[in-house]
């Protein structure tokens, strides 16, 4: 882990972010969900740093891989490390305003970490975006830690309040939580999509992951 290859792009950076990269890539199972990619044209929403645009760009010249955050300064990080690889891009955006300039365009749309940033009746909107950015037949990749009840959740979610309120280092709406996994997929589907997978990540893990595979039907 300390040594995967798409740290190698991040070298530019300061101390502080290079070690946020790491903690990003210990704590969430990114490598998995960049396994189900499929396409060469492939957007990630909330990219922050770049960390999971490098897992889909470096050894896939073929890939075209687009990245936009509403933070300016990750992007500007993600700029600095990543963008310097020549087949990515990195705008400071919403996935909403996006889909107003670049419908039907994407193969594969990744959102890792994203929702539970947003109040829940964001959520049809943004998923209704990635929808409209899809070309048909396109892949969405959906993680996020699910509310299970359990105390990892409880785990997930101190953890994310910490981040996001006391230091400041996610930014997020003010509201900070977690859904079930059965209304996750609900939303999906009313959003336009088949959902083909529903991957519990958490084994080995002290959160609640999972990964919906869904197709833009």
Aim: charged share 25%; proline share 5%.
């Amino acid at each position: 882990m300390l040594t995967h290859p798409a740290l190698s792009v991040f070298k530019p950076l300061p101390l502080a972010e290079r070690l946020f990269v790491r903690a990003r890539l210990f704590s969430a199972p990114l490598d998995l969900l960049a396994q189900h990619a499929k396409g060469t044209r492939m957007l990630d929403v909330g990219c922050g740093h770049g960390l999971l645009c490098s897992m889909l760009a470096l050894g896939f010249p073929d890939r075209f891989v687009v990245g936009i955050d509403p933070d300016p300064k990750k992007i500007d990080w993600a700029r600095r490390s990543v963008g310097k690889l020549g087949n990515t891009r990195f705008d400071v955006m919403t996935v909403e305003r996006l889909a107003s300039l670049e419908p039907g365009t994407y193969d594969t749309i990744t959102v890792a970490d994203v929702l539970y940033l947003l109040p829940t009746s964001d959520w049809p909107d943004f998923l209704a975006a990635c929808r409209q950015l899809l070309k048909k037949g396109g892949r969405l990749l959906l993680k996020e830690a699910e509310d299970d009840g359990g105390w990892r959740t409880r785990k997930a979610l101190l953890q994310e309040q910490v981040m996001v309120r006391l230091l400041g280092r996610t930014k997020g709406s003010g509201a900070v939580g977690f859904s079930k996994r059965e209304t996750t997929r609900a939303l999906l589907e009313r959003a336009g999509f088949s959902v083909a997978e529903t991957i519990s990540l958490s084994q080995g893990s002290t959160t609640p992951h999972v990964l919906f595979v869904a197709e833009c039907r």
